[in-house]
């Protein structure tokens, strides 16, 4: 997964399966029985379900109802509510949901599914569409999102594309 880390802060990966695919309990059980210690990547600490595995799960995590907005001022999740603007429960800012679903959704239109038509005959100006999404993603989205799973996937086959794999290497683990 591609996450941008501010400076200083502690990077921790998973030696487990992957929130993606397999669940919190799966991956606990697995780091356990493989590797005799508990996996605290922010995945397992904060208990992310699996992204992918059924169709129904896909759609509704796309859901706009279903995304985990983000704080605009001090970054923190926000509660889930129908209500178009939510105050956040950290810091006590209101932040209007429905401009930050707007934004998301036009991202996707512009960015994200222009991107992935141009992924096989124009790589780097994908890559470019997909890097622009990603940060609008990581600015307004709350984690895990399929949203970011989506993006990234797409910006992996970008790397792979340009036959830049190594810095798609680089930027993961740095």
């Not at 922010?42 to 509704?60: F, H, L, N, Q, V």
């Not at 985990?68 to 999740?77: E, M, N, S």
């Not at 939510?86 to 998301?104: F, Q, T």
């Not at 792979?160 to 798609?168: D, I, P």
């Amino acid at each position: 997964m591609l996450i941008f880390y501010s400076f200083l802060s502690q990077v921790c990966i998973s030696y487990c399966l992957s929130y993606i695919w397999d669940d919190y309990n799966t991956r606990q059980q697995f780091t356990k029985r493989l590797y005799k210690f508990t996996c605290n990547c922010i995945a397992c600490k904060e208990k992310w379900p699996k992204m992918r595995g059924d169709a129904s799960a896909d759609t509704s995590l796309r859901d706009a109802a279903n995304i985990q907005w983000k704080c605009t001022k001090c970054a923190t999740a926000l509660p889930k509510s129908p209500a178009k603007k939510v105050a956040c429960l950290s810091c006590s800012k209101s932040n209007d949901i429905d401009i930050k679903s707007k934004r998301v959704n036009a991202s996707i239109s512009e960015n994200f599914q222009v991107a992935c038509t141009l992924i096989s005959s124009q790589p780097q100006k994908a890559l470019s569409l997909l890097l622009s999404h990603q940060y609008l993603l990581e600015e307004f989205i709350a984690k895990p999102s399929i949203l970011y799973v989506d993006c990234q996937e797409a910006i992996r086959n970008c790397y792979r594309m340009t036959g830049r794999r190594h810095e798609y290497d680089r930027d993961l683990w740095a």
